[in-house]
């Protein structure tokens, strides 16, 4: 764990090699694109969408994550089943991702351990060399200017997705610093056509709660992130061929300790919007 004191951590020049905020196009023409939105703990429902799409053997050309859609894009575009990534799920503890700043006033987590992290699970591959074209959603804190994430080290271009503003301190690359992708592009479907997709489904986690706790500051901050977002959302989820949208209105985005529940909420949400695809798919 890296702890901060006045300033932020440079990466090595090693590592810095390894991280890309341009790439290729993909190597194979990406007809249906998968747009992860995202929802902080309620992305674990992403998980279950999934598994229902591999169920029905539906497999996408193309993953597009932002915030929490980018850690389970990135698992999914590298070759992890649905079942595989909810044994992941169920498996990390928070502190494991979680390395507390100490002293920082640009932050409370610190974001090494989450990059550290997805490397390890995902064998260090660049995201380039995934089995499945992926992209990570961030936004340029200086610019205001979305970042497309396409090639390079996948657990930096995750970090960077995830930085939600006042709890992550910003992902720095060289003089360059980027924040949570969900400020610009909650729901990504625009990003995924950009890339490519002719039919995009895009996964909405976010939800109206009807199990708010604002009694810390993480909390607030959580909730108000979701209110900003909503309007994306909505403008974005118009440019979709189909929206899934899972029930997960009892939960909150600081629902951790509910993976398994939320699992299970996408994986019904997805079962129901498989005839819907198939249909689209099938007039192709």
């Known amino acids: 764990m890296l702890a901060m004191g006045a300033g932020l951590p440079l990466m090595s020049r090693a590592a810095q090699k390894n991280v890309s905020t341009t790439g290729p196009a993909a190597s194979r023409p990406a007809r249906l694109g998968l747009a992860l939105g995202g929802g902080s703990a309620r ?20 993953v597009v994550g932002t ?58 591959k660049p995201i380039e060399s995934f089995a499945t074209p992926f992209c990570a959603v961030a936004t340029n804190l200086v ?35 980027y924040v949570d992708g969900g400020l610009i592009s909650p ?8 890339l490519g997709a002719d039919y995009v489904i895009a996964v909405d986690v976010s939800a109206p709660s009807e199990n708010v706790n604002l009694h810390g ?8 992130f979701d209110i900003m977002g909503q309007s994306l959302i909505r403008m974005e989820s118009e440019k979709a061929d189909i929206v899934i949208h899972p029930d997960l209105r009892k939960f909150s985005s600081t629902d951790f300790q509910l993976r ?25």
């Open 43 to 62: 992305g674990f429902a992403h998980i279950g969408v999934i598994q229902a799409l591999e169920k029905h053997k539906i497999r996408p050309d193309l």
């Open 143 to 177: 610019s205001g200017k979305i970042q497309l994430f396409r090639s390079g080290n996948a657990g930096f271009a995750v970090r960077a997705s995830c930085s939600m503003p006042g709890v992550f301190i910003p992902a720095r690359l060289g003089a360059d610093e």
């Open 187 to 194: 729901l990504p479907v625009v990003a995924a056509k950009k």
């Open 260 to 284: 398994r529940e939320l699992i299970a909420a996408g994986y019904q949400a997805g079962l129901q919007a498989i005839p819907q695809i198939k249909a689209a798919l099938a007039k192709d």
């Open 217 to 224: 500051m993480f909390e607030l901050l959580m909730q108000s």
């Open 67 to 124: 915030s929490a859609g980018s850690i389970i894009g990135a698992f999914f575009a590298a070759g992890f089943s649905g079942t595989q990534m909810e044994e992941v799920a169920l498996k990390i503890r928070d502190f494991e991702i979680a390395d507390i700043s100490a002293g920082s006033k640009r932050g409370m987590v610190v974001g090494n351990a989450l990059q550290t992290l997805v490397n390890q699970y995902l064998q260090n």
